[in-house]
């Protein structure tokens, strides 16, 4: 009987120490969304899952990828320029940001108020990754995708690194 009551007690201690603890809302770093204070959005993009992507046919007679980054008015801020585009496969990250192989300008990409348009050929991207497969498979059950992230500039020289965005290529 002792030992059943040792045991009760000691259950019950648990219970009250695990659900008294002060619950501050400050979360570290690790486990925080990293959200920057103004959001990029892709104007022209329709998400289905985590990235936004959008949707480019082969099959016309010069097939154009072109992404529409907005910010909101109600920031107060502008864009000044897209400072770096980077592209590639689907594991295009930050860090590809850095690497001079998935870079994509040599310049900046000028903006123009709360809005940039980043627009490049397929057949550039082709050349410029042609180890990249663009091709979708038979009759166009899996669409391709080709991945880019941005590094966009602010009018106070704030910069911002965009979630990454995705072109499907349709047959």
Do not use: H, W
Not at 60 to 76: E, V
């Amino acid at each position: 009987m002792k030992l059943t009551f040792i045991k009760g007690f000691l259950l019950v201690t648990l219970a009250v120490a695990s659900v008294s603890c002060k619950d501050d809302l400050k979360y570290g770093p690790l486990v925080r969304d990293n959200r920057p204070a103004v959001p990029v959005t892709f104007s022209n993009a329709v998400t289905y899952g985590g990235n936004p992507f959008i949707e480019v046919s082969q099959s016309g007679a010069t097939p154009t990828i072109t992404f529409t980054l907005s910010i909101p008015a109600s920031t107060g801020r502008t864009i000044r320029e897209i400072t770096t585009v980077a592209g590639g496969g689907t594991g295009v990250n930050a860090a590809s940001l850095n690497t001079a192989s998935a870079k994509i300008n040599t310049a900046p990409i000028a903006g123009n108020g709360t809005t940039a348009t980043f627009t490049m050929s397929l057949a550039a991207f082709r050349t410029k990754f042609p180890t990249v497969v663009t091709t979708p498979t038979a009759a166009g059950l899996a669409p391709r995708e080709i991945a880019f992230i941005f590094l966009v500039t602010l009018d106070d020289s704030s910069q911002i690194i965009t979630q990454q965005v995705r072109a499907r290529i349709l047959a």
